[in-house]
């Protein structure tokens, strides 16, 4: 939720790639910046929308800032009456009382050209908004106020009080906006037609933003919350001033010296209330529970378009949980639609797309998304525009790189493989047959695995997703298994799951399972410079055995058998650790291996595990200690990964 929210129509995207990550054979046009784009909205906005603000009394008179960007007559093509599109956020609608113009609900430019009544609100208790901000407003289901009541007493206003609508009102919104998109429809107002929650925040816990596997997102969280999002004394117009200095930008040397979550969680780390309840709350608590927005996904009207990017660092678990819930408790909503793309966090609203860091797709994807996917779904909602209706689930197949159409998702036909770890780093598709065959690795909290091979400042470099991990297999931590080159293609979807057969010397241990596409040696990239010694800027990228990561996950092993309750590891006992990853659509090409990584530190994405059973968040810096893990591969206790495949 934090990196995104702090700084022409591809006609062959269908087509069947024939290579893996195939370079553009022609250069994609320049991509303007960000600061140029923004600057193309704002005068676009001068001569065609006209600037409103209002405090919008809620039913318990709380009022809640709202700006409205209302057509300006003539012009636009269409003439009227027009829908309204709204976002609502917690990170300021910006240009309190003053004709500054600040786009915050929509980056599409097909959209805006289009001509909508726009709308911007900030959220209860949030900048010039009133009332008190909660984490994740928990749902009352009709027996109190939360987001749902919010916005439907804000749509009520809208209708009787904007002129010229056409009665229509949809809603979207990036990361926490995303949540509040998808927490507004809950019993929605009968006018929203169209929602689409991106990115949205659902669980906080449950492999969103706070924790994965029981693991606490340190890095992503702290450099969120210690500079820049914090409590305020609202109504508000400007920030107080954050002083809060890293004092390096080295962010592994940082998190190591300061050494501790409860130091991290005290002023010499910045904090404040908000980071306080991520830190001390490190089961799947109350707390936690109360904010889960999935189970009250109830009386959803409208047509709900769920987007999210399989390379989203932040907020990657949202749109698929949106998907499930709607299915499950609004059956009668207008759709439920699933959209996934090559994209880091919100990356399907800025820039074109065709990569991110070493690994190019193609085609501009984002473009793709903006003119083919996002604008006809709300011009047929609102606007009752023709179209060609969406599928249930519209995914961009990585690895092929072509767009996917599905009826459901995971697709129906997959079959649940799964591919074994084997002796001497193998894997293959058949269970070991081996009476004793195991693998072992030291652990030293004091010396943990990276996340990256590079220096990472504040705010986790999105690209970590997709980037090479040969630098992780050069230590003696990290266990790796690959199978021989593949003689066919192979493609995954859905959730991946890993079930393994662990011991350890400690009494807790987190075990981090990374997916990878390995590239062959003979991989020809069009895009590679031949510089020889002649190497003289940055360093050269050769994709040739390139460790392409799909996906990487953690698993706190005092979690296995329960979130609510955890339970110390008897050391050296065999214990099943079996957890499910985030969801993926890949196609592992012909002549590519296919790859599995185990380790049990990834720092500082996630916090250190002393490898001794307590609360970590009380940890002192004596507690951590090294511990001996073991993974086993053997006819009685089996590792691998149970993979969803694709028939031929």
């Not at 370079?23 to 929308?49: D, I, N």
């Not at 690994?359 to 023709?386: C, M, V, W």
């Not at 084997?422 to 072992?440: I, R």
């Amino acid at each position: 939720m934090n990196v995104f929210w702090r700084r022409a129509a591809v006609v062959g995207i269908l087509a069947v790639g024939a290579a893996a990550v195939t370079a553009q054979t022609t250069a994609p046009a320049a991509t303007p910046s960000p600061q140029q784009r923004m600057q193309a909205m704002v005068e676009f906005y001068k001569t065609h929308y006209a600037k409103h603000e209002y405090r919008v009394a809620m039913r318990d008179g709380v009022k809640l800032y709202t700006v409205v960007y209302t057509p300006i007559a003539g012009a636009f093509e269409d003439k009227g009456p027009y829908p309204f599109l709204m976002s609502r956020t917690p990170y300021s609608c910006g240009g309190y009382d003053s004709d500054v113009i600040q786009p915050r609900v929509t980056q599409n430019m097909d959209m805006l050209k289009s001509g909508y009544i726009l709308v911007c609100q900030d959220v209860r208790g949030r900048w010039e908004s009133e009332g008190t901000w909660f984490e994740m407003t928990p749902s009352k289901d009709g027996k109190g106020i939360d987001e749902s009541t919010d916005m439907y007493d804000t749509v009520d206003w809208l209708l009787k009080n904007v002129s010229g609508n056409n009665g229509n009102v949809g809603i979207l919104g990036i990361s926490y906006p995303g949540f509040y998109t998808a927490a507004s429809i809950v019993d929605g107002h009968p006018a929203i037609k169209a929602a689409s929650p991106q990115a949205p925040i659902v669980d906080l816990w449950m492999g969103d933003d706070a924790y994965h596997g029981g693991a606490f997102m340190l890095d992503a969280n702290h450099s969120f919350y210690a500079p820049f999002f914090a409590p305020q004394k609202n109504p508000l117009k400007v920030q107080e001033r954050n002083d809060f200095d890293f004092g390096t930008k080295d962010m592994y040397a940082y998190y190591l010296k300061m050494g501790t979550l409860a130091k991290l969680d005290s002023p010499a780390g910045g904090t404040n209330a908000y980071f306080h309840d991520q830190v001390v709350h490190t089961t799947y608590d109350g707390y936690w529970q109360a904010r889960n927005l999935g189970p009250h996904l109830h009386g959803v009207k409208a047509a709900v378009m769920a987007v999210g990017g399989w390379f989203d660092a932040e907020d990657l678990a949202g749109p698929v949980k949106v998907f499930h819930s709607v299915a499950r408790l609004s059956p009668e909503a207008a759709a439920d639609t699933l959209v996934e793309g090559p994209w880091v966090h919100g990356g399907w609203s800025r820039g074109n797309g065709a990569s991110l860091g070493d690994i190019q797709f193609g085609s501009n994807t984002a473009e793709f998304y903006r003119t083919n996917i996002e604008a006809p779904f709300f011009a047929h909602y609102l606007k009752d525009a023709a179209w060609t209706p969406l599928p249930k689930a519209y995914t961009f197949e990585t690895g092929s790189n072509v767009w996917k159409k599905y009826d459901a998702w995971p697709p129906k036909q997959a079959v649940a493989k799964t591919i074994y770890f084997q002796a001497n780093g193998g894997l293959g598709w058949t269970a070991p047959t081996e009476k004793s065959s195991k693998d072992e690795y030291v652990s030293d909290p004091a010396h943990p695995v990276p996340f990256t091979q590079y220096v990472a400042e504040a705010d986790v470099p999105q690209r970590y997703m997709d980037d090479d991990q040969r630098f992780a297999t050069r230590r003696s931590d990290v266990l790796v298994y690959e199978t021989e080159p593949l003689t066919e293609d192979i493609t995954v979807v859905g959730p991946v799951k890993p079930v393994l057969k662990i011991a350890s010397t400690g009494t807790d241990s987190d075990f981090v399972v990374k997916l990878i596409d390995v590239f062959p040696e003979d991989y020809k990239d069009p895009n590679e410079a031949d510089e020889g010694k002649h190497v003289t800027s940055g360093t050269p990228v050769f994709l040739q055995g390139y460790q392409m990561m799909v996906r990487g996950e953690p698993m706190r092993a005092k979690f296995r058998d329960s979130w609510e309750k955890p339970e110390a590891l008897v050391p050296g006992k065999v214990t099943s650790v079996d957890f499910t990853m985030q969801d993926v659509n890949h196609t592992f090409l012909k002549g590519h291996r296919i790859m599995v990584q185990v380790q049990s530190s990834w720092f500082p994405l996630i916090d250190r595990n002393p490898q001794v059973f307590e609360d970590i968040a009380k940890a002192k810096p004596e507690d951590f200690k090294k511990a001996t893990e073991t993974v086993f591969h053997q006819a009685d206790a089996a590792s691998g990964l149970e993979l969803l495949v694709m028939p031929k």
